[in-house]
């Protein structure tokens, strides 16, 4: 069973940069697809960005594939959510989540499909 713990998140001003961390433990970063997910208040939860559990390939939603980056330190066991250039909009809690040996990338969108899923980190983009 794998455990997901995301930090990094803060206030920070629209144009700033955040790294987010997502640390597993129980598996290793290498047999999972890892994505992550927002949800700000109100709204449903949004995929914002994945790597495959071969690390071989990425996606990013639309609203962010310029500003993020999605990497891996397979020897620390870590998945990072680079985003710069923030925007009030970015606001939301994000969150990591996992499914092992995933290929399906036409899925990696989908909330449903990860099994584990950790308990959040807040982003707040605010002058």
């Known amino acids: 069973q794998v455990q997901l713990v995301e930090s990094g998140g803060g206030l920070v001003q629209p144009g700033g940069s955040l790294r987010l961390s997502c640390a597993a433990s129980?598996?290793?970063?290498?047999?999972?697809?890892v994505g992550w997910f927002r949800q700000a208040p109100g709204k449903e939860r949004e995929f914002v960005a994945a790597i495959a559990w071969s690390g071989g390939s990425t996606d990013y939603v639309d609203s962010v594939k310029e500003r993020a980056t999605i990497s891996r330190d397979v020897a620390k066991n870590m998945v990072y959510l680079q985003l710069n250039s923030l925007k009030p909009e970015d606001t939301a809690v994000y969150f990591c989540a996992a499914k092992a040996r995933f290929d399906s990338a036409w899925l990696f969108r989908a909330p449903a499909v990860y099994t584990y899923w950790g308990q959040g980190t807040q982003v707040t983009v605010s002058s």
């Open positions: 129980g598996g290793s970063v290498n047999s999972y697809t």
